[in-house]
């Protein structure tokens, strides 16, 4: 890393089951030494698999408010019952070690991400419809009906929302959506903004 380079923030949002997780998890495959992800805080509590810490920080709704409180996040959101929330200090503390940071998180806190910190790149992802949409949240197996209910009525009025972000992925083949996703990664971390020096070594010999 390049001493006193700022990483790239890259928030990613769209429809609960449109696939942001598996999209994520093979962008941090290919970009393991150049990515962080910022692990959030939640209410709701764990599904199977789930690990604390490493999915999400599991807490309780009175800590989630005490935090909210003492401005401990970067943005947080209520998203189908449950509070979700960035934690701010560590965020700040891998941008300014020149990691990238990819946040996923729905699109109440990427629009407060996007108001605070302009100069993030924010990606939503969209479903080839909603019937498919439907079919990989049951399909995923983890959310009872209620909770299914809840995200396909939420994903209408995210997919309203969609106009505010720098870039649409449809992800309907993966491959193709993954191929996107790289593209707009990769181009992001051009930016002279996070390069800097790189000019002037190149014209001081
Ligand atoms: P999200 O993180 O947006 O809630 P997930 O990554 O958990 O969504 O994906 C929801 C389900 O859809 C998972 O079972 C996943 O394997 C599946 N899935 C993701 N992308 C695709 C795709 N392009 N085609 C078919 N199924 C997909
Ligand atoms: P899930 O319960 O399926 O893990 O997440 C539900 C929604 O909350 C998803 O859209 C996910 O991206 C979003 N989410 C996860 N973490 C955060 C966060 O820290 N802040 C906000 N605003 N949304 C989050």
Redesign the pocket.
């Given at each position: 890393m390049h001493k006193g380079k700022r990483g790239v923030l890259f928030v990613f949002?769209g429809p609960?089951g449109v696939g942001?997780g598996t999209l994520k998890a093979k962008l941090f495959e290919e970009f393991a030494d150049r990515i962080a992800y910022s692990v959030?805080a939640?209410t709701?509590g764990p599904r199977e698999g789930e690990v604390d810490g490493k999915d999400y920080f599991f807490i309780s709704r009175q800590e989630f408010e005490r935090r909210v409180k003492n401005n401990e996040f970067l943005?947080?959101?209520e998203?189908?019952g449950?509070c979700?929330?960035?934690p701010r200090a560590y965020v700040e503390k891998l941008l300014d070690s020149g990691m990238n940071v990819v946040l996923?998180?729905?699109v109440?806190?990427a629009l407060q991400v996007m108001k605070s910190m302009p100069e993030c790149v924010s990606v939503f992802i969209l479903p080839p419809s909603f019937e498919e949409l439907e079919h990989r949240l049951r399909g995923r197996g983890t959310d009872d009906e209620a909770s299914i209910a809840r995200r396909l009525s939420n994903a209408a009025s995210e997919i309203r929302q969609a106009h505010w972000f720098d870039a649409w992925i449809v992800n309907d083949n993966l491959d193709k959506a993954y191929d996107e996703l790289r593209a707009v990664y990769l181009a992001s971390t051009l930016h002279p903004a996070h390069r800097p020096g790189l000019a002037n070594t190149i014209l001081e010999g």
């Open positions: 949002s609960s942001k959030s939640t709701r943005e947080h959101a998203f189908a449950n979700y929330g960035t996923e998180i729905d109440q806190g």
